[in-house]
């Protein structure tokens, strides 16, 4: 299986690509005569929903942890989704006194967390209430950046965090901060140590691929519901060549 | 011009995505515009870190300002973000004199706050069944025991032959399925970020 | 161990790594004042260092250098690979440079957009080809019976274990599927009842997942702590 | 809130007073508790006062134009006739105050029939009742008494649904005197609602009690009764809920009827004279009031209902104000975070236990440098023998890429091995071209090297190496990396042109170096060199030797474990490179590795002592669970 794999691997690739972008478009057109999907009930994005609105009553911040994964980076995943977090968060509590903070570990997340909020508020039509310092880089290293990120939980009004980035072994000195600054820690991913601290230290944890949902049960638009139908069609086509590869291999043929 | 630039700056992402993405697939054709692409985005990855710096300076410099014990902490973070800048450009990255500041102020705290995190760790560890008193997660602190217990003679016992059995075939076996499965669920919704991307449909750099 | 070393021949440098590090582990007893102390100075050095690191690495030796050389040696192969490989990238982080300021920051949008279309496709390419395409051919290749032991008792267990793994990673797949059945009004929506049972053996395997990887940072900064321990006692004895 | 509505004056009293504050006049007789009043409920008269009243105007209206209209008798006409002036100069009087339609309507309803009407049928109602039971006249006389002043403006009009019932009955039946026992069913079944319902922490019960029993003890077709009382209790539970019309019908047939009882005692035959006398006899309010007989006192009354009516209206704004403040309040309270700071002490406190529970016995270790526990075989760690073979297979003298890539925090567990593989790699003279992904790797890399043993036994003597420094761009940088190496990395960080001068000049590509040996403690980065530089190295066989952390074995080791592997060999966390010093014979430990054993020990006690005590005491999550 896997000398196949190699051997038409690139174009196998691509097409897996195509696939998948196809599968997104199709679904993504296709939305409007369709009865809408139904997600699964993830209870960490029920309370952050609701976090977001308690905060904005009781005059509190949230925090927005994009992680320290630059866009660069394979888990530029985790930090997009992050971003996207942090839109639907300050539309959400654009009128809220304390507008939303968002903390990164990394350069070009920091500006674009910047640009995703000055574009939200632009969008808004509340431009002057961006300010550039919402956005900040607390350090550059993983343990720096969760140190930097400490005083702001501790400081800051914060209600809630939401830990929705490339994150390592330091996420635990953030819900750490946020357990005793008594605030809500939801987080999610894309590494799995960071997960398996999350499990035990997080109060509302979001596993491996909950993660990438979250645009989908935010509602940041059809885009991002086409493109979770579309991984539960393409979750079908991997089971199906696991299954099919082991059992190829297992009656020993090409080898 | 409101309309056209977010217009622009998609059709920016999507071509230069493509551009790259193909490079990866047709290395023939695309291989060297891939690689200068790639080339220009490490640069331009340093500037972006300059401005985060930038960025990381501003805030305390103004958190300095508003005076307080705050205040004092963001002083001491930006004394010491100007020595060491001073230093290791004076001595160079690898200079005797940045070895010494890495060794005698990074490498202590640092370790430190990864002991810090034994103890947070273990703490949340005793808790969590009061936290969530599910079956997944006895089962979770199950394994936990066993790995750990696996991981070393124990210290009076010695090491128990079938503990660390069982720990080589929980980390051999039942978390390598899992690991795997997690794995592709990060890698499809990784995919599917990316192609949303390069849809243009997410647009994080605020089209 | 690296701390230990550098102290026997640096006093000073051992007297502020052992007053940082009680600093530091003062955080077990509550946030105070001398725990940010130590964090601060922490965030400014490391921060500090790669600044300077950068500059050096791709301002100072990919971006000013090769001018000097060019201009030096004045060859013009150099100089068109820095007009296509470097220029345009030194462009358009100057460009970015105006993200400093608020008023300007729009400006700068076209060359994040730039970034965040490589990321993304260097994401892609690294998800399918680094991750996807390996464990489906790891998985795939459990049960190949070329690399099975040769006796069958060995044979049996390495089957089954292949087994458990393919199943493992098949129902933790399966775990994760979000869409759910549509069902009438009022009758809670969820998988099948086969569904069901597989997506709850997936979070088993998923919770004996993370239970494995939390031993693994556990043990991590477990050493972490006895390294400062260690660290601690050598210096008192270092000293008295 | 539960305002007592003097009859007389109709101002609100507080509940304790026995009379009027104001006008003097005995209050809880009528139990004219204010509409929001919690047990509104019990009392009739808070069930919408305003309707009530038209529907029994309603009913006597229907009455006098059917079975009753023929048993009119003369001398009524003229009191109707006053009663009807008087009720046409009501309301010129009234119409200043602003008063509500209904009370319009109702004073501008000619309901005067009915105040003078009663007296035909309650006579020979009476008459039969008194014949079969006289003793309980006096009872009923007072019940009247007490209710009629009250109630004979709310019987004003009946709805129509509730007519039914006695319209039925008369359309089987002519008007006879036979006719009255099932007529009367109604009546006693509703009275006796009207009662029970009437009923009053006071004098009520005993009241209604007598009432109920004389009735019924009179009461031929009684077996009747249940069905009514079952029907009609639940509707007036709600009543005041719903739509007045339905339910509280069937209550206020008897309502009026007892109303005019006590006017009824008085024998009919000499209306008139009775009728000043009972303005004589009765004291109170009531005595006044009846002394302007049917017509004046049901004007009067008649303008109260506006009174309770507003009251009404009043009352439950009122009342959804205040649900509106509760749920405003606690709405309020909720986002608060609860008070932390105990909380925070007795996490702190247990904290602290574990604290110590986990350094006493690491310290222990360390100051005794105990060794009694066996260090680890290189057989026991996966990797490590991989790993040794191909770092002896390396040839001498050629590059290798050593990737620093582990945070300055990982030292303490990683730096056992990185230094012994220093060491071995400068036994080989193998030249180590140092590069990293994270930005603290160079100085990680030269203090190390600075600390480890060279050749001639010194303490960084070696120094046949170059440092390359920091490779930008994460996964990119590593893509550019393993594609040619000088392009991203052109010099050394001691600016230095490596690639043109030897050993580096023979290097194009990545699987040009003898090894690539990724010293991180990242499973993510361990990744991405495994995926993005990996197949690079796969097409000339280039080995990929990985030294981490324990926090990555888990994510690593498939990779190793895979077929074919994608790493060749690994060394991971305290043990693996104690195993690895082992396996070149340096097995230098100091208490360290009993320390680990140790408090890996303690720690397997907490956990199990916390999950097991918090879990059986059932001691409530400390901090700010925001579960609603």
Same mark, same amino acid.
């Given at each position: 299986?896997?000398?196949?794999?190699?051997?038409?691997?690139?174009?196998?690739?691509?097409?897996?690509?195509?696939?998948?972008?196809?599968?997104?478009?199709?679904?993504?057109?296709?939305?409007?005569?369709?009865?809408?999907?139904?997600?699964?009930?993830?209870?960490?994005?029920?309370?952050?929903?609701?976090?977001?609105?308690?905060?904005?009553?009781?005059?509190?911040?949230?925090?927005?942890?994009?992680?320290?994964?630059?866009?660069?980076?394979?888990?530029?995943?985790?930090?997009?989704?992050?971003?996207?977090?942090?839109?639907?968060?300050?539309?959400?509590?654009?009128?809220?006194?304390?507008?939303?903070?968002?903390?990164?570990?990394?350069?070009?997340?920091?500006?674009?967390?910047?640009?995703?909020?000055?574009?939200?508020?632009?969008?808004?039509?509340?431009? *002057?209430?961006?300010?550039? /310092?919402?956005?900040?880089?607390?350090? !550059?290293?993983?343990?720096? %950046? #969760? +140190? =930097? @990120?400490?005083?702001?939980?501790?400081?800051?009004?914060?209600?809630?965090?939401?830990?929705?980035?490339?994150?390592?072994?330091?996420?635990?000195?953030?819900?750490?901060?946020?357990?005793?600054?008594?605030?809500?820690?939801?987080?999610?991913?894309?590494?799995?140590?960071? *997960?398996?601290?999350?499990? /035990?230290?997080?109060?509302?944890?979001? !596993?491996?691929?909950?993660? %990438? #949902? +979250? =645009? @989908?049960?935010?509602?940041?638009?059809?885009?991002?519901?086409?493109?979770?139908?579309?991984?539960?069609?393409?979750?079908?086509?991997?089971?199906?060549?696991?299954?099919?590869?082991?059992?190829?291999?297992?009656?020993?043929?090409?080898? | 011009?409101?309309?056209?630039?977010?217009?622009?700056?998609?059709?920016?992402?999507?071509?230069?995505?493509?551009?790259?993405?193909?490079?990866?697939?047709?290395?023939?054709?695309?291989?060297?515009?891939?690689?200068?692409?790639?080339?220009?985005?490490?640069?331009?990855?340093?500037?972006?870190?300059?401005?985060?710096?930038?960025?990381?300076?501003?805030?305390?410099?103004?958190?300095?300002?508003?005076?307080?014990?705050?205040?004092?902490?963001?002083?001491?973070?930006?004394?010491?973000?100007?020595?060491?800048?001073?230093?290791?450009?004076?001595?160079?990255?690898?200079?005797?004199?940045?070895?010494?500041?890495?060794?005698?102020?990074?490498?202590?705290?640092?370790?430190?706050?990864?002991?810090?995190?034994?103890?947070?760790?273990?703490?949340?560890?005793?808790?969590?069944?009061?936290?969530?008193?599910?079956?997944?997660?006895?089962?979770?602190?199950?394994?936990?025991?066993?790995?750990?217990?696996?991981?070393?003679?124990?210290?009076?016992?010695?090491?128990?032959?079938?503990?660390?059995?069982?720990?080589?075939?929980?980390?051999?076996?039942?978390?390598?399925?899992?690991?795997?499965?997690?794995?592709?669920?990060?890698?499809?919704?990784?995919?599917?970020?990316?192609?949303?991307?390069?849809?243009?449909?997410?647009?994080?750099?605020?089209? | 161990?690296?701390?230990?070393?550098?102290?026997?021949?640096?006093?000073?440098?051992?007297?502020?790594?052992?007053?940082?590090?009680?600093?530091?582990?003062?955080?077990?007893?509550?946030?105070?004042?001398?725990?940010?102390?130590?964090?601060?100075?922490?965030?400014?050095?490391?921060?500090?260092?790669?600044?300077?690191?950068?500059?050096?690495?791709?301002?100072?030796?990919?971006?000013?250098?090769?001018?000097?050389?060019?201009?030096?040696?004045?060859?013009?192969?150099?100089?068109?690979?820095?007009?296509?490989?470097?220029?345009?990238?030194?462009?358009?982080?100057?460009?970015?440079?105006?993200?400093?300021?608020?008023?300007?920051?729009?400006?700068?949008?076209?060359?994040?957009?730039?970034?965040?279309?490589?990321?993304?496709?260097?994401?892609?390419?690294?998800?399918?080809?680094?991750?996807?395409?390996?464990?489906?051919?790891?998985?795939?290749?459990?049960?190949?019976?070329?690399?099975?032991?040769?006796?069958?008792?060995?044979?049996?267990?390495?089957?089954?274990?292949?087994?458990?793994?393919?199943?493992?990673?098949?129902?933790?797949?399966?775990?994760?599927?979000?869409?759910?059945?549509?069902?009438?009004?009022?009758?809670?929506?969820?998988?099948?009842?086969?569904?069901?049972?597989?997506?709850?053996?997936?979070?088993?395997?998923?919770?004996?997942?993370?239970?494995?990887?939390?031993?693994?940072?556990?043990?991590?900064?477990?050493?972490?702590?006895?390294?400062?321990?260690?660290?601690?006692?050598?210096?008192?004895?270092?000293?008295? | 809130?539960?305002?007592?509505?003097?009859?007389?004056?109709?101002?609100?009293?507080?509940?304790?007073?026995?009379?009027?504050?104001?006008?003097?006049?005995?209050?809880?007789?009528?139990?004219?508790?204010?509409?929001?009043?919690?047990?509104?409920?019990?009392?009739?008269?808070?069930?919408?006062?305003?309707?009530?009243?038209?529907?029994?105007?309603?009913?006597?209206?229907?009455?006098?134009?059917?079975?009753?209209?023929?048993?009119?008798?003369?001398?009524?006409?003229?009191?109707?006739?006053?009663?009807?002036?008087?009720?046409?100069?009501?309301?010129?009087?009234?119409?200043?105050?602003?008063?509500?339609?209904?009370?319009?309507?109702?004073?501008?309803?000619?309901?005067?029939?009915?105040?003078?009407?009663?007296?035909?049928?309650?006579?020979?109602?009476?008459?039969?009742?008194?014949?079969?039971?006289?003793?309980?006249?006096?009872?009923?006389?007072?019940?009247?008494?007490?209710?009629?002043?009250?109630?004979?403006?709310?019987?004003?009009?009946?709805?129509?649904?509730?007519?039914?019932?006695?319209?039925?009955?008369?359309?089987?039946?002519?008007?006879?005197?036979?006719?009255?026992?099932?007529?009367?069913?109604?009546?006693?079944?509703?009275?006796?609602?009207?009662?029970?319902?009437?009923?009053?922490?006071?004098?009520?019960?005993?009241?209604?009690?007598?009432?109920?029993?004389?009735?019924?003890?009179?009461?031929?077709?009684?077996?009747?009764?249940?069905?009514?009382?079952?029907?009609?209790?639940?509707?007036?539970?709600?009543?005041?809920?719903?739509?007045?019309?339905?339910?509280?019908?069937?209550?206020?047939?008897?309502?009026?009827?007892?109303?005019?009882?006590?006017?009824?005692?008085?024998?009919?035959?000499?209306?008139?004279?009775?009728?000043?006398?009972?303005?004589?006899?009765?004291?109170?309010?009531?005595?006044?009031?009846?002394?302007?007989?049917?017509?004046?006192?049901?004007?009067?009354?008649?303008?109260?209902?506006?009174?309770?009516?507003?009251?009404?209206?009043?009352?439950?704004?009122?009342?959804?104000?205040?649900?509106?403040?509760?749920?405003?309040?606690?709405?309020?309270?909720?986002?608060?975070?609860?008070?932390?700071?105990?909380?925070?002490?007795?996490?702190?406190?247990?904290?602290?236990?574990?604290?110590?529970?986990?350094?006493?016995?690491?310290?222990?270790?360390?100051?005794?440098?105990?060794?009694?526990?066996?260090?680890?075989?290189?057989?026991?760690?996966?990797?490590?023998?991989?790993?040794?073979?191909?770092?002896?297979?390396?040839?001498?003298?050629?590059?290798?890429?050593?990737?620093?890539?582990?945070?300055?925090?990982?030292?303490?567990?990683?730096?056992?091995?990185?230094?012994?593989?220093?060491?071995?790699?400068?036994?080989?003279?193998?030249?180590?071209?140092?590069?990293?992904?994270?930005?603290?790797?160079?100085?990680?890399?030269?203090?190390?090297?600075?600390?480890?043993?060279?050749?001639?036994?010194?303490?960084?003597?070696?120094?046949?190496?170059?440092?390359?420094?920091?490779?930008?761009?994460?996964?990119?940088?590593?893509?550019?990396?393993?594609?040619?190496?000088?392009?991203?990395?052109?010099?050394?960080?001691?600016?230095?042109?490596?690639?043109?001068?030897?050993?580096?000049?023979?290097?194009?590509?990545?699987?040009?170096?003898?090894?690539?040996?990724?010293?991180?403690?990242?499973?993510?980065?361990?990744?991405?060199?495994?995926?993005?530089?990996?197949?690079?190295?796969?097409?000339?066989?280039?080995?990929?030797?990985?030294?981490?952390?324990?926090?990555?074995?888990?994510?690593?080791?498939?990779?190793?474990?895979?077929?074919?592997?994608?790493?060749?060999?690994?060394?991971?966390?305290?043990?693996?490179?104690?195993?690895?010093?082992?396996?070149?014979?340096?097995?230098?430990?100091?208490?360290?590795?009993?320390?680990?054993?140790?408090?890996?020990?303690?720690?397997?006690?907490?956990?199990?002592?916390?999950?097991?005590?918090?879990?059986?005491?059932?001691?409530?999550?400390?901090?700010?669970?925001?579960?609603?």
């Amino acid at each position: 299986m896997e000398q196949v794999l190699n051997s038409i691997g690139n174009y196998l690739g691509l097409l897996f690509i195509l696939l998948c972008l196809g599968l997104i478009l199709y679904y993504f057109f296709s939305d409007g005569n369709q009865p809408k999907i139904n997600l699964r009930d993830i209870q960490a994005f029920r309370h952050l929903r609701r976090e977001v609105d308690l905060a904005v009553e009781a005059g509190k911040r949230l925090h927005i942890s994009l992680g320290r994964g630059s866009i660069n980076e394979l888990q530029g995943g985790a930090a997009f989704i992050g971003l996207t977090i942090l839109d639907r968060s300050a539309r959400a509590a654009s009128n809220s006194d304390r507008p939303p903070m968002a903390t990164a570990g990394d350069g070009v997340l920091t500006i674009l967390s910047q640009d995703t909020l000055q574009s939200t508020y632009r969008s808004l039509g509340t431009e *002057q209430r961006y300010d550039p /310092t919402n956005a900040r880089m607390t350090g !550059l290293n993983p343990l720096a %950046y #969760a +140190a =930097g @990120a400490m005083p702001i939980i501790h400081d800051e009004y914060v209600s809630a965090n939401f830990f929705t980035g490339h994150l390592g072994t330091e996420i635990a000195l953030l819900t750490e901060a946020g357990e005793r600054s008594g605030s809500l820690t939801v987080a999610g991913s894309d590494s799995l140590h960071a *997960q398996a601290v999350l499990f /035990t230290t997080s109060d509302e944890p979001l !596993l491996g691929e909950e993660l %990438y #949902a +979250a =645009g @989908a049960y935010l509602g940041a638009g059809p885009a991002h519901i086409a493109s979770l139908r579309s991984q539960d069609l393409l979750r079908w086509v991997l089971i199906g060549a696991i299954v099919i590869g082991a059992i190829i291999k297992l009656l020993g043929f090409l080898n | 011009m409101k309309k056209i630039l977010p217009t622009s700056n998609a059709i920016i992402a999507v071509i230069s995505g493509l551009l790259v993405l193909l490079g990866y697939f047709f290395p023939g054709v695309f291989g060297n515009i891939q690689s200068v692409l790639i080339g220009w985005a490490i640069i331009l990855a340093a500037f972006a870190l300059l401005l985060g710096i930038y960025n990381l300076a501003l805030v305390h410099w103004k958190k300095a300002g508003a005076g307080g014990t705050n205040g004092i902490n963001s002083i001491v973070l930006l004394v010491s973000l100007g020595i060491t800048i001073i230093a290791a450009s004076l001595s160079g990255p690898t200079g005797s004199l940045s070895v010494w500041i890495f060794n005698n102020f990074q490498v202590p705290v640092e370790i430190s706050l990864l002991a810090v995190l034994a103890v947070v760790l273990v703490y949340a560890a005793a808790r969590l069944l009061t936290r969530r008193p599910k079956w997944s997660t006895i089962l979770f602190l199950v394994t936990v025991l066993i790995v750990l217990l696996g991981s070393v003679p124990l210290f009076f016992l010695g090491e128990v032959a079938p503990l660390v059995a069982l720990r080589g075939w929980v980390t051999q076996v039942p978390a390598v399925a899992g690991g795997r499965g997690l794995l592709l669920g990060v890698a499809l919704g990784t995919v599917a970020t990316g192609i949303r991307i390069l849809m243009g449909v997410d647009r994080p750099y605020g089209g | 161990m690296l701390e230990r070393i550098s102290q026997l021949a640096d006093p000073i440098g051992a007297i502020i790594g052992f007053t940082l590090t009680i600093m530091v582990l003062s955080y077990l007893i509550g946030d105070n004042i001398f725990f940010r102390l130590a964090v601060s100075v922490f965030i400014g050095v490391a921060s500090g260092y790669a600044a300077v690191l950068i500059l050096y690495n791709v301002i100072w030796h990919q971006v000013l250098v090769p001018v000097f050389q060019v201009i030096s040696t004045g060859k013009t192969d150099d100089l068109i690979t820095y007009a296509t490989h470097v220029l345009p990238a030194v462009v358009l982080g100057i460009w970015m440079l105006t993200k400093v300021s608020p008023r300007l920051s729009r400006g700068g949008t076209p060359v994040l957009a730039f970034l965040t279309g490589v990321g993304a496709a260097t994401v892609i390419a690294g998800a399918v080809r680094g991750t996807i395409f390996p464990q489906v051919g790891a998985s795939a290749n459990l049960l190949n019976i070329q690399t099975g032991p040769d006796e069958l008792s060995k044979l049996v267990g390495w089957f089954i274990n292949g087994v458990i793994i393919l199943v493992g990673t098949v129902t933790t797949l399966i775990y994760f599927k979000f869409g759910i059945k549509r069902q009438e009004e009022g009758v809670p929506v969820q998988h099948s009842v086969i569904l069901e049972y597989l997506s709850t053996a997936g979070q088993g395997f998923i919770v004996i997942t993370l239970g494995v990887f939390f031993a693994g940072v556990y043990i991590a900064t477990l050493t972490a702590l006895i390294d400062r321990i260690q660290f601690l006692w050598d210096v008192i004895i270092g000293f008295f | 809130m539960t305002d007592i509505i003097c009859p007389l004056c109709g101002k609100p009293n507080p509940p304790e007073l026995e009379e009027c504050r104001y006008c003097q006049a005995p209050l809880n007789v009528s139990g004219f508790l204010a509409p929001s009043d919690q047990e509104g409920q019990e009392n009739p008269f808070i069930l919408s006062p305003d309707e009530p009243d038209q529907a029994d105007s309603q009913v006597i209206k229907s009455e006098s134009t059917s079975a009753l209209e023929q048993s009119i008798p003369d001398w009524l006409k003229n009191t109707e006739a006053n009663f009807l002036e008087e009720t046409e100069a009501k309301p010129e009087r009234q119409a200043p105050d602003d008063i509500s339609e209904q009370i319009d309507s109702l004073l501008s309803q000619p309901s005067t029939p009915d105040n003078v009407t009663q007296p035909a049928i309650d006579d020979d109602w009476l008459a039969s009742l008194l014949a079969e039971a006289g003793g309980e006249s006096s009872p009923l006389s007072s019940q009247g008494a007490l209710l009629g002043d009250i109630e004979e403006p709310v019987n004003e009009n009946i709805p129509q649904p509730f007519i039914e019932e006695p319209f039925k009955a008369k359309g089987v039946l002519p008007p006879t005197p036979v006719e009255k026992p099932d007529w009367l069913t109604g009546l006693e079944a509703s009275s006796k609602i009207k009662l029970e319902g009437e009923i009053t922490p006071s004098e009520g019960i005993d009241q209604g009690a007598g009432i109920t029993e004389s009735i019924e003890s009179i009461e031929t077709g009684s077996m009747e009764i249940p069905d009514w009382i079952g029907k009609i209790e639940p509707e007036e539970i709600s009543s005041n809920l719903e739509e007045p019309a339905s339910q509280i019908a069937p209550a206020e047939l008897p309502g009026w009827l007892e109303a005019l009882r006590p006017e009824d005692n008085v024998p009919a035959t000499e209306p008139v004279e009775d009728l000043s006398a009972a303005d004589i006899v009765t004291a109170g309010p009531l005595a006044g009031l009846r002394g302007v007989i049917g017509a004046r006192p049901s004007a009067i009354r008649a303008r109260k209902p506006p009174t309770y009516s507003i009251k009404l209206r009043v009352t439950d704004e009122q009342r959804a104000r205040v649900e509106m403040m509760e749920a405003l309040l606690a709405d309020e309270q909720k986002p608060k975070p609860l008070p932390s700071q105990p909380a925070l002490t007795s996490r702190n406190i247990f904290r602290l236990v574990i604290a110590a529970a986990l350094i006493l016995p690491i310290a222990w270790m360390i100051i005794t440098g105990s060794q009694r526990v066996p260090t680890p075989q290189p057989g026991d760690v996966p990797g490590v023998i991989d790993f040794t073979q191909q770092v002896q297979a390396l040839p001498t003298g050629l590059p290798v890429l050593l990737a620093f890539d582990y945070e300055a925090g990982f030292s303490g567990e990683m730096n056992l091995a990185v230094s012994t593989l220093i060491t071995q790699l400068a036994i080989k003279n193998a030249f180590m071209t140092l590069v990293t992904t994270i930005p603290s790797g160079p100085a990680m890399a030269e203090s190390l090297i600075n600390s480890s043993v060279g050749l001639d036994g010194n303490q960084g003597s070696y120094s046949y190496y170059t440092n390359l420094g920091y490779i930008p761009g994460g996964t990119m940088g590593l893509v550019g990396l393993a594609l040619s190496p000088k392009s991203v990395l052109p010099y050394s960080l001691d600016g230095i042109k490596v690639w043109a001068s030897a050993p580096l000049d023979a290097i194009s590509t990545i699987n040009d170096f003898s090894a690539v040996i990724v010293l991180t403690n990242d499973p993510d980065t361990a990744r991405s060199w495994i995926e993005q530089v990996g197949p690079t190295l796969k097409i000339d066989g280039t080995p990929l030797l990985i030294i981490t952390s324990s926090q990555a074995e888990p994510l690593i080791r498939p990779y190793y474990e895979a077929n074919p592997s994608q790493v060749q060999g690994m060394v991971t966390s305290l043990a693996g490179g104690l195993a690895y010093g082992l396996s070149v014979g340096n097995s230098q430990q100091n208490g360290e590795w009993d320390a680990f054993s140790i408090s890996i020990t303690a720690s397997v006690l907490i956990i199990l002592i916390g999950s097991i005590s918090r879990a059986a005491l059932k001691i409530p999550i400390t901090g700010k669970k925001k579960e609603s």
